[in-house]
């Protein structure tokens, strides 16, 4: 029989590298939705940079989390898409072009061995038109950082109205 579980907590983790353009999408991301003082009381945000171990005991207190990341989707810049629980393993278990993907994998991995991975994950992958040195996302990618915020303000709203099956 499945029970709900209440998410409370709901931790949303940009990552990425904000000095290679399209890459520190995620970052922004999180800015955008620290910037909005009406946000969910359940929301917690992180700014997860390129990833490191020490954002482990993030991921283990929270009861859902949320990754915003630039993702090769081979699809036009700009576009998003949602990867939920076992698919960001195999995405992120496949071929990997960045450094944090590794780490986000091994954060859950170490969440998991602890039994304390949240019961509810969600990847918000964003296809990057350009990642070379630079500040600042590009046109379509900045414009996608809207939809995000609206992305995960709904998941946020459907995760703490409904629950978790345990």
Known sequence: MDTAVP????????????????DGVGIEVTR?????????????IVDGGTIGLA?????????????VDASELGAPPGTLQLFHNEEIDALLSGKRRTVHEVALLDLF??????????????????????????????????????????????????WTQTGVAA
């Open 109 to 158: 991995a170490a969440a998991a061995i602890g039994g304390r991975l949240p019961a509810r994950r969600t990847l918000v992958a964003i296809q990057p038109g350009c990642t070379d040195w630079g500040s600042g996302c590009t046109g379509p990618v900045r414009e996608a950082t809207l939809r995000a915020c609206t992305l995960i303000e709904d998941l946020v709203h459907d």
């Open 32 to 44: 955008a939705l620290t910037e909005n003082s009406d946000r969910h009381p359940s929301l917690r």
């Open 55 to 67: 954002l482990l005991p993030e991921i283990e207190d929270a009861d859902a989390v949320i990754v």
């Open 7 to 22: 998410v409370e907590n709901v931790l949303v983790m940009g990552v990425g590298n904000t000095l290679m353009q399209d």
